[in-house]
């Protein structure tokens, strides 16, 4: 008997944490387009009052997201000389929030003050449509993976009994 409880404590444990994965994923995703619009809201800001080097800007920013403070890195190297391209890691970013972001490094610092404002304005709507998109997607779909993991889980549990 406790070895058929074992197996469903497993089961459903099992569920749960695949649920789990699902959100945090979904989490990420947000954290991460939650912090490019940080950036991007720095550097108008930026551009609009203190008209300071984008290295400085950039290296001065604290970002939570592990894989943007990667690309900003990545970025200021780029700056510093130290890589040739303009190149940024994908990691876990789905297709256009990597064209996206792409997209943002390369306008940094291309064209006179006014263009860049128009072009940071484009992409700031851009992506505060992708993280609303996100956040949609990690407050509902998170919510409904862990419980649907967890029911996934009791099903398996209870069949393998």
């Known amino acids: 008997m406790s070895a058929r409880l074992f197996i ?28 490019v619009c940080g950036m991007i809201s ?26 943007l403070q990667k690309n900003v890195n990545e970025y200021l190297g780029y700056l510093g000389g130290q890589s040739e391209g303009r190149t940024i890691s994908r990691g876990f970013l789905p297709q256009a929030t990597y064209d996206g972001v792409t997209d943002l490094f390369e306008a940094i610092g291309g064209s006179d003050e006014s263009s860049q404002n128009l072009r940071l304005e484009a992409l700031s709507v851009r992506f505060e449509k992708l993280k609303s998109d996100a956040e949609t997607k990690y407050k509902s779909m998170g919510a409904v993976a862990v419980k649907l993991g967890f029911l996934i889980g009791l099903g398996v549990g209870v069949l393998a009994l």
């Open 8 to 35: 469903l404590f497993l089961c459903v444990a099992a569920g749960t944490l695949c649920g789990y994965t699902i959100l945090l994923s979904y989490k990420r995703n947000y954290s991460y387009l939650d912090g």
């Open 42 to 67: 720095a550097l108008k800001q930026n551009l609009s009052y203190k008209k300071d080097a984008v290295h400085i800007v950039l290296g001065g920013l604290s970002l939570s997201n592990a894989q």
